[in-house]
């Protein structure tokens, strides 16, 4: 692709992008594709002759668009909604240009420091102390992972060197809620201490872990010969958006002397308001944070940022530097390779810093609370019906509800499920649904940049038209 013919398929992107982002709703929220149909329609052989941008485009808007579930419709309101904004994605395009690779301070030192400026503005954002350093990866769950590798490391200094086999060591444990994150599961399948390593502790009414619950569960580990490594709280579960007593816990991992991570994905960006100021309460004794401004941080895919206490000991865990990439910058030059799994590394931070300067810390502030009320607003109308249940309190942006109109119980998992296939197959929101307390809840999550009260309304407008619809019909 010469200069010229990049310079007006650039153009014409850019143009496409522009109309997408501006009306992304002329398409539905949710893919209407059947599985296969995608693959179905593509060449099954690869091209053995170049072809023209104009043709892969043209193939791109007929094939692939309509198997696109569109994150950036302001209807998604499904799982966490994540909104791919214009300084975020123009960073990301960048990126991509510049190709940098920041494995070595030395093959990006721009991309090395603006990483570590990009994650000290969203330390203060947030409120975390300055003791507190970080790193950027793909996702919490890499995050998480590294975090209970730094543990491990910690509590069985020389893991790196021996492995969990080759010594005789106790059983390794780690403790979260019941209603923590899957991505807590895989760390501990990954980390070679097996998910019976995992002890789930019993939360209460809100769904919030119970410290006594955690301080009996590691009492009775001990006793057991086991060795306690981690606990895993989360601020803003993945379900209702609970959050765990964190001050309780890190006395009782102070007292323990186990390491406490906390799990803020989605709602450690709430502490930047000052009406939520206390959800990262007790977070500034955790040896380690993970937040995504990939979620509720108007960050396109993907971005994590890991915060530490003690970047030494993640080092330990895994720094060691072949012959081939020995360097002589000196130990101001940060080396990103040193903190984790990964050697090649993206040019992340470009588009997180275009986004804070975009937006500003006010700009940010005025779309989470805007998103906070709505939430409210929507749950105040569930609250007001007769056949609609709240099943969750609306810290954040996220309500938790269930229809229950009056037929037999049982009936009520499969009324729901079928409620939300309704609505879904609209094309004009999309939710999601969990399980509590074996019961299939709704899930209505606001955060996307673009949501606006007519968004909530129409989700309630059709979740109450569709209701009677399957009422009569089973009536
Ligand atoms: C979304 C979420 C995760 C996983 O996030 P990824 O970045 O997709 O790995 C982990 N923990 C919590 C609490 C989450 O909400």
Redesign the pocket.
């Known amino acids: 692709m010469d200069a010229a013919s990049f310079r007006r398929s650039g153009h014409d992107l850019v143009d496409w992008i522009a109309d997408y982002l501006e009306s992304p709703e002329r398409y539905p929220v949710l893919s209407q594709v059947a599985p296969h149909a995608i693959r179905s329609a593509l060449g099954a052989a690869p091209p053995d002759e170049g072809e023209p941008f104009e043709r892969i485009f043209a193939d791109f808007e007929r094939i692939l668009v309509p198997g696109l579930t569109h994150w950036n419709h302001p209807g998604f309101l499904a799982y966490?909604p994540s909104t791919g904004s214009g300084p975020g994605i123009l960073g990301e395009c960048l990126a991509a240009a510049l190709n940098q690779q920041a494995m070595l301070w030395r093959t990006s030192p721009a991309a090395t420091e603006l990483e570590q400026v990009v994650l000290d503005w969203l330390r203060q954002l947030i409120d975390l102390p300055p003791g507190f350093d970080g790193v950027i990866y793909?996702?919490?769950?890499?995050?998480?992972f590294h975090a209970l590798a730094a543990a491990r490391e910690h509590a069985v200094p020389g893991v790196m060197l021996h492995g969990l086999a080759a010594r005789s060591l106790p059983p390794l444990r780690v403790y979260c809620s019941e209603q923590?994150?899957s991505?807590v599961d895989k760390a501990v399948i990954a980390l070679g201490l097996g998910k019976s390593g995992l002890r789930k502790i019993a939360v209460d009414e809100l769904f919030q872990m119970r410290p006594e619950a955690l301080a009996d569960a590691i009492t009775r580990d001990r006793a057991d010969g086991c060795l306690p490594v981690a606990v895993v709280a989360?601020v803003?579960?993945?379900s209702t958006t609970s959050v765990d007593p964190v001050p309780a816990l890190a006395d009782i991992c102070a007292r323990e002397r186990v390491w406490l991570h906390v799990?803020?994905?989605?709602a450690g960006v709430a502490a930047m308001l000052a009406s939520h100021k206390d959800v990262l309460h007790g977070a500034e004794r955790a040896e380690s944070v993970?937040v995504?401004p990939?979620?509720w941080l108007f960050t396109p895919m993907?971005l994590?940022a890991l915060y530490a206490r003690r970047m030494d000991v993640l080092r330990a865990a895994f720094a060691l530097t072949p012959e081939y990439l020995q360097t002589s910058d000196g130990p101001d030059a940060r080396n990103l390779m040193d903190y984790g799994i990964p050697l090649g590394r993206r040019f992340r931070a470009l588009k997180l810093w275009m986004v804070l300067r975009s937006f500003g810390r006010r700009g940010i502030e005025a779309h989470l609370l805007r998103h906070i009320e709505l939430a409210r607003r929507f749950a105040e109308w569930v609250d007001a019906h007769p056949h609609f249940t709240r099943v969750a309190p609306v810290r954040f942006s996220v309500v938790c509800f269930r229809w229950t109109p009056a037929v037999e119980p049982a009936a009520l998992n499969r009324l729901n499920a079928a409620l939300l296939d309704a609505v879904n197959r609209t094309g004009d929101v999309f939710l999601s649904q969990t399980i509590l307390d074996g019961h299939v809840t709704l899930r209505l999550a606001i955060g996307h940049e673009r949501t606006m009260i007519e968004h909530v309304e129409r989700a309630w407008t059709l979740l109450q038209e569709h209701a009677s619809r399957l009422h009569a019909g089973a009536g």
């Open positions: 966490f793909d996702t919490a769950s890499i995050s998480t923590a994150h991505s989360t803003g579960t993945t799990d803020a994905a989605y993970v995504n990939h979620k993907d994590s």
